[in-house]
């Protein structure tokens, strides 16, 4: 007999935790396909596809040593992040994922 995925309590679905993509947790910047430039907590899912949460939009860099500076030395003076929610990147439209120093965007 196979277990359930999601179980309704009250009229609110919920999914059981070993159901879930594995969340590394990791804040990476992900470059995708058409110039659009993201950083959050990223999910690496079994499709290829990338989930960001807390993602934002890297609309200005501000750097001077491009998205490797933002990755090692964190957000600049000129550098503008828009919110966006949740943000799934399917496999197809990732160009580019960097690894960050968390530290500096915490």
């Known amino acids: 007999m196979s277990k359930p995925k999601t179980i309704s309590i009250d009229g609110t679905d919920y999914i059981r935790a070993d159901s ?18 993201f950083i959050g907590r990223t999910t690496h899912n079994g499709d290829g596809s990338i989930t960001i949460k807390n993602a934002q939009v890297i609309r200005r860099w ?18 503008v992040l828009d919110d966006s929610g949740t943000v799934t990147i399917p496999a197809h439209a990732v160009v580019a994922v960097f ?8």
């Not at 501000?62 to 550098?79: H, P, R, V, Y």
């Not at 690894?99 to 915490?106: C, I, L, N, V």
């Open 99 to 106: 690894d960050t120093d968390a530290s500096k965007w915490q």
């Open 62 to 79: 501000g750097t001077s040593k491009g998205l490797g500076q933002l990755a090692l030395e964190g957000k600049q003076s000129n550098t």
């Open 20 to 37: 879930q993509p594995t969340v590394t947790g990791d804040i990476q910047i992900v470059v995708a396909d058409r110039s659009w430039n």
